[in-house]
């Protein structure tokens, strides 16, 4: 598969697109029953901000990186995910994504070009609200990942999220519930879980301009 159709400027158009329901792209491929924003329950939730990182690869498509984080106790020990992390007081949720991505991958912040942000989502058994923002680089970072949150940098084609043939639905148990789980194998790597949920709205996003490219029409009044 030619990788190259997919550039900056199609990405641009997939995060610009009006009258998009990012809600229900995002639920394509989250767990179900679980709900992707916060019920009515005391106090707020925690919020994060996370990267969807966008670099030239060395055929000339488009690639982003994913983090297998470390085993540690917690609920999202071991997973794969996005950089980022938890809001620190007085930060914008762009910021926030921005130094995660700095401490976890080693990206100096200054580098990055914040295409545009995804949809929130919430995140039950943590009960965090992640804001996701789209952003690229010029090159092909060196990665210098934090050893103690990040076991391993994995790099991804931005066209592989858009194939068919990597999704798959499986069943987990968490908590004493059971959950449908919709995931993509990314090499050995299954994602899941609310990095699974941003990745299809970015993925529902891209086919929409895609689409839209190949008809010759505008993506916005």
């Known amino acids: 598969m030619d990788d190259t159709f997919l550039t900056l400027e199609v990405v641009q158009r997939a995060l610009s697109l009006p009258d998009f329901e990012p809600q229900s792209a995002q639920e394509r491929m989250a767990p179900r029953p679980r709900a992707t924003t916060r019920p009515a ?3 707020a939730a925690k919020l994060a901000g996370v990267l969807v990182l966008l670099f030239p690869g060395p055929d000339g498509d488009l690639r982003f990186p994913l983090i297998r984080r470390n085993e ?12 980022g992390g938890r809001c620190e007081p007085g930060e914008t949720f762009e910021q926030t994504a921005l130094r995660e991505a700095q401490e976890e991958v080693g990206i100096t912040s200054e580098r990055v070009r914040i295409l545009g942000p ?3 989502l919430y995140v039950p058994p943590s009960d965090f609200e992640i804001h996701p923002f789209v952003g690229c680089v010029p090159d092909r970072p060196v990665w210098r990942p934090d050893p103690h949150e990040v076991a391993e940098v994995i790099e991804m084609p931005l066209a592989s999220i858009i194939d068919d043939r990597i999704k798959g639905r499986t069943t987990l148990v968490r908590g004493g519930q059971t959950l449908e789980i919709g995931f993509y194998s990314l090499g050995p790597h299954q994602v899941w879980g609310a990095t699974a949920a941003i990745l299809s709205e970015l993925e529902a996003r891209l086919l929409v301009a895609l689409r ?10």
Request: charged residues 0%.
């Open 118 to 120: 995804l949809h929130p």
């Open 72 to 83: 540690y106790p917690g609920v999202h020990s071991g997973q794969i995910a996005l950089p």
């Open 212 to 221: 839209l490219a190949n008809s010759g029409l505008p993506s916005a009044p």
């Open 41 to 43: 329950l005391p106090g």
